[in-house]
T-cell receptor
Framework: GAGVSQSPSNKVTEKGKDVELRCDPI?????LYWYRQRLGQGLEFLIY????????KSGLPSDRFSAERTGESVSTLTIQRTQQEDSAVYLC????????????FGDGTRLSIL | SQQGEEDPQALSIQEGENATMNCSYK?????LQWYRQNSGRGLVHLIL?????REKHSGRLRVTLDTSKKSSSLLITASRAADTASYFC???????????????FGKGTHLIIQP
């Protein structure tokens, strides 16, 4: 596609529910990244994929968070048993390779936990 | 993880003036990147400067990098109302294994251009 696409753009859910966020990277981009941005803050790195492999999951905030990627295509970020502290904008980015390349961002999913 | 720090946190100037934003970081890096974020949108990449470069230009943007001081600056010349946005620096860090993963972002500078 022309750019990184994320869905849904907004998600409101009750505390304790599971949510799944989707990211479609730019075609041909091998690297894919997930970030979290709390209101008025910078971006907090969560996880990256090189192809469908995620070598380092230590950036995920808790074991309620998990992520998958199918080949060099779609990725999903799943948050189980959501908490109010999970409320944030979740941004996805992709790039051709890992090093010395700009990252191209989607517009994010705004997640609100009631 | 280490975090970049932008300075100032907020900047308000008149249209036509130049805007300068600074960024400091803590670790060795492969490169430093500047991004712009308009309200409610994702980040847009502006400039990438590699660790062996000292200055880079792109249109009205000028970025400097001083690796000895672990700092960078972003200069926007002849500012326009459309430049109003948040600006973030992000470092692509070198880890001991020689690889790199996600970017490390600062909290950003909120720039307001008064028409």
């Amino acid at each position: 596609g022309a750019g990184v696409s994320q869905s849904p753009s907004n998600k409101v859910t009750e505390k304790g529910k599971d949510v799944e966020l989707r990211c479609d990277p730019i075609s041909g981009h091998t690297a894919l990244y997930w970030y979290r941005q709390r209101l008025g803050q910078g971006l907090e790195f969560l996880i990256y994929f090189q192809g469908n492999s995620a070598p380092d999951k230590s950036g995920l905030p808790s074991d309620r968070f998990s992520a998958e990627r199918t080949g060099e295509s779609v990725s999903t970020l799943t948050i189980q048993r959501t908490q109010q502290e999970d409320s944030a904008v979740y941004l996805c980015a992709s790039s051709f390779v890992l090093v010395n390349q700009p990252q191209h961002f989607g517009d994010g999913t705004r997640l609100s936990i009631l | 993880s280490q975090q970049g720090e932008e300075d100032p946190q907020a900047l308000s100037i008149q249209e036509g003036e130049n805007a300068t934003m600074n960024c400091s970081y803590k670790t060795s890096i492969n490169n430093l990147q500047w991004y712009r974020q308009n309200s409610g949108r994702g980040l847009v990449h502006l400039i990438l400067i590699r660790s062996n470069e000292r200055e880079k230009h792109s249109g009205r943007l000028r970025v400097t990098l001083d690796t000895s001081k672990k700092s960078s600056s972003l200069l926007i010349t002849a500012s326009r109302a459309a430049d109003t946005a948040s600006y973030f620096c992000a470092t692509d860090q070198i880890y001991s294994g020689g690889g790199a993963d996600g970017l490390t972002f600062g909290k950003g500078t909120h720039l307001i251009i008064q028409p």
